[in-house]
């Protein structure tokens, strides 16, 4: 009976010292709903490992005046010494026309690019997050002609996916989830390669993925003592 009455006393002791980085992060909601603005600036024709980058303007407080980036592997593009072949690389093999819309879509993924473009928010108190994203951005054929003018590069829309990988830091530590964006993209010389003005919004569906760590330990204890 006497060690019987000490297994279970140990038992509860390992689960005490397994579980306690699980209960310490315990107190932040299993799931966290995050929006928010942004806007930014970047080039992808004469930048190499080309990076968006910005500010978070609006919307929750979690993320409110984090810096953001977003960069893209072009290790399979034309050099950006030459933007034209670059553009017409983009262009010539990833472009689809959709001619009941009369708009132009490139997606950007890990088939137009060397792997998968990646993201981060960085606040500066609150903590990191990051992960993988997919972008499409669409461009509209205003005269209707199955030719994208170059005046027609001026604007674009764009919208995608994301993946929230468990590497954050600070708050977001052990979070993992998707989400979804919008927004555009302004080019005042897209002639010139001039680089662009993008604005949009964001919507993160946050989960603790820490929240298997507390069964999974809590089993692997039992193993111990059959």
């Given at each position: 009976m006497i060690m019987k009455g000490n297994m279970i006393l140990t038992l509860f002791l390992l689960a005490g010292i397994i579980l306690s980085p699980v209960c310490a992060s315990a107190q932040l909601p299993e799931a966290l709903s995050v929006q928010f603005e942004f806007d930014g600036m970047g080039n992808a024709m004469i930048n190499t490992l080309p990076v968006y980058a910005g500010a978070i303007y609006a919307g929750d407080p979690l993320v409110l005046g984090a810096d953001w980036w977003i960069r893209i592997d072009d290790s399979t593009w034309p050099a950006p010494s030459n933007p034209q072949a670059r553009w017409d690389y983009l262009f010539n093999n990833?472009?689809?026309?959709?001619?009941?819309?009369?708009?132009?879509?490139?997606?950007?993924?890990?088939?137009?690019?060397?792997?998968?473009?990646?993201?981060?928010?960085?606040?500066?108190?609150?903590?990191?997050?990051?992960?993988?994203?997919?972008?499409?951005?669409?461009?509209?054929?205003?005269?209707?002609?199955?030719?994208?003018?170059?005046?027609?590069?001026?604007?674009?829309?764009?919208?995608?996916?994301?993946?929230?990988?468990?590497?954050?830091?600070?708050?977001?530590?052990?979070?993992?989830?998707?989400?979804?964006?919008?927004?555009?993209?302004?080019?005042?010389?897209?002639?010139?390669?001039?680089?662009?003005?993008?604005?949009?919004?964001?919507?993160?569906?946050?989960?603790?993925?820490?929240?298997?760590?507390?069964?999974?330990?809590?089993?692997?204890?039992?193993?111990?003592?059959?």
């Open positions: 990833f472009a689809t026309y959709d001619a009941p819309s009369f708009s132009w879509t490139i997606v950007f993924d890990e088939q137009s690019c060397a792997t998968k473009p990646v993201w981060e928010i960085n606040h500066a108190t609150n903590g990191k997050m990051g992960g993988t994203l997919v972008v499409v951005v669409t461009f509209t054929d205003w005269d209707q002609d199955a030719v994208l003018d170059i005046d027609e590069r001026m604007f674009a829309v764009y919208s995608g996916n994301l993946i929230i990988m468990k590497y954050g830091t600070g708050i977001f530590a052990g979070y993992c989830g998707d989400g979804t964006f919008n927004g555009s993209i302004q080019n005042s010389d897209p002639a010139n390669w001039a680089d662009e003005y993008v604005e949009g919004s964001c919507f993160l569906n946050l989960q603790n993925c820490q929240v298997g760590t507390r069964e999974t330990s809590w089993t692997a204890i039992k193993e111990l003592y059959r």
